[in-house]
Each structure stands twice: as structure tokens, then as C-alpha cells.
């Protein structure tokens, strides 16, 4: 970060009012040292993807060694490859439904290999709310999801901070080390969190260049040049997006 800063120049820097950036602490005490003015910003991608990857899959796991440990056996292998579904949100689970209600075809079959269309089965939102009903503990994760989808919806600083809190204190209230975590992660980016309602910027198009940096980096098995890596890199940046490309290329 302080090389980009010294690479564009201060000047440069004076024009920029907010960063969306990750929450990896040396980007805020770079702006914080070089270019206070700046309000870094942290959106809600990054604090969705640690409280899923640090606080939901540690919690199911958790939950399910004590139950085992309990005799509970029953139980226990009810959250066993629960993890997609605890990490998805209410209307992922209802889209998925829904593709089910029509029959949707999740990987086609193959006379070759003689394999069967797969089509995608209902259920989702189902399991969802009957895990939820069999542990109170996952119902609360469920509260926080929902309520950092609607503090990341604000337009108003004090909203915001409102519905932070909150979250704060029900994560402080459970007394779970992980939620315990989560709180310290808040409190501590809680200005960067909250200026989302103030600048509505994500970090996403840097992600996609991330992934594009790593596609050209597979396909050329390295580049020993870097200014040729980079045009490559600036050629794919305008270049139109295409989901799901074909695999082979083809010539006429």
C-alpha cells in the first residue's frame, strides 16, 4: 500500500475522499499514516466471509463434536454437511427451491459415461429452519446474518451504528468464543464498517482482478516479464465478462 501511495503521489491521493478495502490492518494504518483524510471502508463481503468462514462453520463444528460427546447421535449427524447451507443466506436457499420446482438440471448426464441428468432437489429453507428449531445457538447466527444484511442496506451512519451494536452485544451475550471473536472484529473496524452507509463502495472490482491475475498466471505457467504480464493483464480488464467460457477454442 505505501508503494502504490508513493507511486501515484500524495497530490494524487488528496482527490480521494474513501477506500474499500479487506480487513487486513496494515491498508488502514497505511491510509491512516500517509493520507488520513481517507476513510477506509469495509464492505460487506469481507465481514459475510469471516463471519462464515471464522464464526458459522466453527460454531457447527462446535455444536456438533458436543453433541456427540453428549450421546446425542442423532443430532450430531444432523449438522453433518450442513456447512453450505448455514453459510447461505435465507434467499439463496429459496432460489435453489425454486430451481427445483422447475426441474432445473444441475450437470447434465452423458450416453459416454452413461450417467443420468442430476436435477436439483428441494429442501433447502426447510432444513435450513429445522436446524435453526433444534439449536438456539444457530438461531442466533441466523439473527446476526439477518441483521448485517440490513445494517449494509442503510444510507445513515446512526442507523447503521445501531444495528451494529446490537449485533455486538447478542454476539457478547452468547458468550461463545467465536461470536466473542466477531464482537473484537466490529469494535475494532467499527468506523471503516459504518462509513459503508456514508460511501456505498465495495472492494469487488479489485477481487475480480485478483482472479484474473491468477487465470492469466495459469494459463501462461508464468510470466518472467512483467510488463508484458501487465498488458495482458490491462487487455483482459476490457474485455466484456463471459460466465461459464468454453473450455476449447476453435478455429474457423
Not at 422447475?102 to 450416453?111: A, L, P
Not at 442430476?118 to 432444513?127: F, M, Q, T, W
Not at 445513515?156 to 449485533?167: F, K, P
Not at 461470536?179 to 473484537?184: H, I, N
Request: glycine fraction near 4%.
Amino acid at each position: 500500500m505505501y508503494d502504490f501511495i508513493e507511486h501515484v503521489g500524495l497530490e494524487w491521493m488528496d482527490h480521494v475522499e474513501a477506500v474499500a478495502c479487506d480487513m487486513n490492518s496494515d491498508f488502514q494504518e497505511a491510509f491512516e499514516e500517509k493520507c488520513p483524510h481517507i476513510q477506509p471502508v469495509f464492505d460487506y463481503f469481507h465481514i459475510v466471509k469471516n463471519f462464515n468462514d471464522k464464526v458459522v462453520s466453527e460454531v457447527r463444528k462446535d455444536e456438533q463434536r458436543r453433541l456427540y460427546e453428549e450421546g446425542n447421535i442423532e443430532a450430531a449427524r444432523a449438522l453433518k454437511k450442513t456447512k453450505y447451507i448455514l453459510t447461505s443466506s435465507r434467499d439463496t436457499l429459496q432460489k435453489k427451491d425454486a430451481d427445483a420446482v422447475q426441474g432445473r438440471v444441475i450437470h447434465k448426464g452423458s450416453s459416454l459415461f452413461k450417467t443420468e441428468d442430476i436435477v436439483r432437489r428441494s429442501g433447502y429453507e426447510d432444513r435450513y429452519d429445522q436446524l435453526l428449531r433444534e439449536n438456539q445457538l444457530l438461531f442466533t447466527l441466523d439473527l446476526i446474518k439477518e441483521k448485517l444484511t440490513l445494517a449494509y442496506s442503510r444510507n445513515d451512519e446512526c442507523l447503521m451504528s445501531e444495528d451494529i451494536i446490537s449485533i455486538m452485544d447478542m454476539c457478547h451475550a452468547t458468550g461463545n468464543v467465536h461470536l466473542l471473536w466477531f464482537e473484537r472484529l466490529l469494535s475494532n473496524h467499527f468506523e471503516g464498517i459504518i462509513a459503508h452507509a456514508t460511501y456505498d463502495i465495495s472492494a469487488a472490482k479489485i477481487e475480480g482482478i485478483n482472479n484474473k491475475i491468477k487465470t492469466l498466471r495459469r494459463q501462461g505457467y508464468g510470466y518472467p516479464d512483467d510488463e508484458y504480464f501487465f498488458l495482458k493483464l490491462f487487455d483482459m480488464s476490457r474485455k466484456d465478462y463471459v460466465r461459464n467460457p468454453k473450455s476449447h477454442k476453435f478455429c474457423d
